[in-house]
């Protein structure tokens, strides 16, 4: 099985920034998409970004400006820098990735544990 590891989270001010990692380990063949999430109380889960294993991301429209996200592959692991966080920021961020085990096997979807981000004003 895959699992993912976050870190990175905290406590910070608006206008600050944070950086969050997430590792992937276990037997994994390959990892096609590795991206982040959020989830605030009371509301759905959301994409803030995502990466392929090519090089493309893709971006929420609410980050674009001030996350970037970047992967080292030979690491499967996977970064988001959020700059100028705001107080709406405020979420539990998880970490993603979309994946094979083996060559032939199905491409399943993991999940990380989750990592608190709260932006105060």
């Known amino acids: 099985q895959v699992q993912l590891v976050e870190s990175g989270g905290g406590l910070v001010q608006a206008g600050e920034s944070l950086r969050l990692s997430c590792a992937a380990s276990?037997?994994?063949?390959?990892?096609?998409?590795m991206g982040w999430y959020r989830q605030a109380p009371g509301k759905q889960r959301e994409l803030v970004a995502a990466?392929?294993?090519?090089?493309?991301?893709n971006y929420a429209d609410f980050v674009k400006g001030r996350f970037t996200i970047s992967r080292d592959n030979a690491k499967n692991t996977v970064f988001l820098q959020m700059n100028s966080l705001k107080p709406e920021d405020t979420s539990v961020y998880y970490c993603n990735a979309v994946g094979r085990l083996t060559a032939w096997g199905t491409v399943n979807t993991y999940w990380g544990q989750g990592t608190q981000v709260t932006v105060s004003s």
């Open positions: 990466a392929t294993s090519g090089g493309s991301t």
């Open positions: 276990g037997s994994i063949f390959s990892i096609n998409v």
